[in-house]
């Protein structure tokens, strides 16, 4: 991008110009670019990263929420996966504290489940611990997940999984945990596959694969808004396929109820229901890193919620050519 020298406004533009680099997040690559001030702002770069910009002088790290899901899919259209008994299992034994603490120096997570755990309409964090699928302690919650798999058919287990990994680090090492986890606890054999980014999106969308772990994203933390993107039946971004006809109901209601109070209930119903019949698999919620030089000025990305980038609107106390990362 480059400066506007007829600009009508006296003095402006500071810049003489900006360039732009798209690089994958949470890699090595951004990392090495911002520390060695070959570029002058990051966006969504690694813990390890920040944590070495708040001890540099002249260098400003912060962290703030995502409208980021991290999760697995399951095909629904697939007979042994359209069953909620073991999806729930599933969903039941995955140990969520240790897949954040998987990718504690890859990538900044949180412990959440179907609903943005940072938002007013979440279950408080301090009750969704005590919850099955969330607890610290795993006993209760994989001894549900076996009665859950033998009541389903499937006492001994399932093989032959298809997992569909897109080809980031994080997704990488999430699957290979999830992996382990499900064959540990239920005897659920999963073959991973890895694809890069337009693969995965082509094959989640026409259902070739019977597992998919990936991350989502939403423009608003209010319910009404990926409640029917991500679990809504035909919703954009439902890549489980998933249709539970209660859910449907109550997602109509909590879209036309005006009644603060009333609408939290039938938000928490909708979130029972899901927490039954899973529309996939809550790995983590994303938090992100910024990291700029402090010569950058007018830097506010933190104030918006949202999967963006701030880079218009950048401003610098000096007048050389800004190289931005996101």
């Given at each position: 991008?480059?400066?506007n020298?007829?600009?009508?406004?006296?003095?402006?533009p500071?810049?003489?110009?900006?360039?732009?680099?798209?690089?994958?997040?949470?890699?090595?690559?951004?990392?090495?670019?911002?520390?060695?001030?070959?570029?002058d702002?990051?966006?969504?770069?690694?813990?390890?990263?920040?944590?070495?910009?708040?001890?540099t002088?002249?260098?400003?790290?912060?962290?703030?929420?995502?409208?980021?899901i991290?999760a697995?899919?399951?095909?629904?259209?697939?007979?042994?996966?359209?069953?909620?008994?073991?999806?729930?299992?599933?969903?039941?034994?995955?140990?969520?504290?240790?897949?954040?603490?998987?990718?504690?120096?890859?990538?900044?997570?949180?412990?959440?489940?179907?609903?943005?755990?940072?938002?007013?309409?979440?279950?408080?964090?301090?009750?969704?611990?005590?919850?099955?699928?969330?607890?610290?302690?795993?006993?209760?919650?994989?001894?549900?997940?076996?009665?859950?798999?033998a009541?389903?058919?499937?006492?001994?287990?399932?093989?032959?999984?298809?997992?569909?990994?897109?080809?980031?680090?994080?997704?990488?090492?999430?699957?290979?945990?999830?992996?382990?986890?499900l064959?540990?606890?239920?005897?659920?054999?999963?073959?991973?596959?890895t694809?890069?980014?337009?693969?995965?999106?082509?094959?989640?969308?026409?259902?070739?694969?019977?597992?998919?772990?990936?991350?989502?994203?939403?423009?608003?933390?209010?319910?009404?808004?990926?409640?029917?993107?991500?679990?809504?039946?035909?919703?954009?971004?439902?890549?489980?396929?998933?249709?539970?006809?209660?859910?449907?109901?109550l997602?109509?209601q909590?879209?036309?109820?005006?009644?603060?109070?009333?609408?939290?209930?039938?938000?928490?119903?909708?979130?029972a229901?899901m927490?039954?019949?899973?529309?996939?698999?809550?790995?983590?919620?994303?938090k992100?890193?910024?990291?700029?030089?402090?010569?950058?000025?007018?830097?506010?990305?933190a104030?918006?919620?949202?999967?963006t980038?701030?880079?218009?609107?950048?401003?610098?106390g000096?007048?050389?050519?800004?190289?931005?990362?996101?």
């Open positions: 991008m480059e400066k020298k007829d600009y009508w406004n006296k003095g402006l500071y810049l003489e110009g900006i360039e732009m680099y798209h690089v994958l997040p949470f890699s090595p690559e951004m990392g090495s670019a911002i520390l060695s001030n070959r570029v702002y990051v966006r969504i770069t690694d813990p390890v990263t920040a944590r070495k910009a708040k001890a002088a002249g260098i400003t790290a912060v962290d703030h929420y995502q409208s980021v991290q697995t899919w399951m095909n629904n259209k697939r007979q042994t996966l359209s069953d909620p008994r073991v999806r729930r299992a599933m969903h039941l034994v995955l140990d969520k504290p240790a897949l954040v603490d998987v990718v504690k120096d890859v990538a900044p997570m949180m412990v959440g489940g179907f609903i943005y755990p940072f938002s007013e309409f979440a279950t408080p964090k301090e009750e969704l611990s005590k919850r099955l699928g969330y607890q610290a302690d795993q006993t209760a919650s994989i001894k549900e997940a076996r009665a859950l798999m009541a389903a058919g499937h006492p001994d287990g399932i093989k032959g999984l298809d997992y569909m990994v897109r080809e980031i680090a994080t997704f990488k090492l999430w699957s290979q945990a999830i992996q382990a986890m064959k540990e606890a239920l005897n659920i054999e999963c073959n991973l596959r694809v890069v980014e337009s693969v995965w999106f082509d094959d989640a969308a026409s259902g070739n694969f019977d597992l998919a772990i990936g991350a989502i994203v939403s423009t608003l933390l209010d319910p009404s808004d990926y409640f029917n993107a991500w679990y809504g039946k035909g919703g954009p971004q439902n890549y489980s396929f998933w249709d539970n006809k209660e859910f449907q109901a997602t109509a909590i879209d036309v109820e005006l009644d603060s109070e009333k609408r939290q209930d039938l938000i928490r119903k909708a979130e229901i927490e039954q019949d899973p529309p996939l698999l809550p790995i983590s919620w994303e992100i890193n910024e990291v700029w030089y402090n010569y950058v000025k007018g830097i506010t990305a104030d918006y919620f949202a999967f980038t701030s880079s218009g609107r950048i401003r610098s000096s007048t050389r050519r800004r190289h931005l990362c996101a």
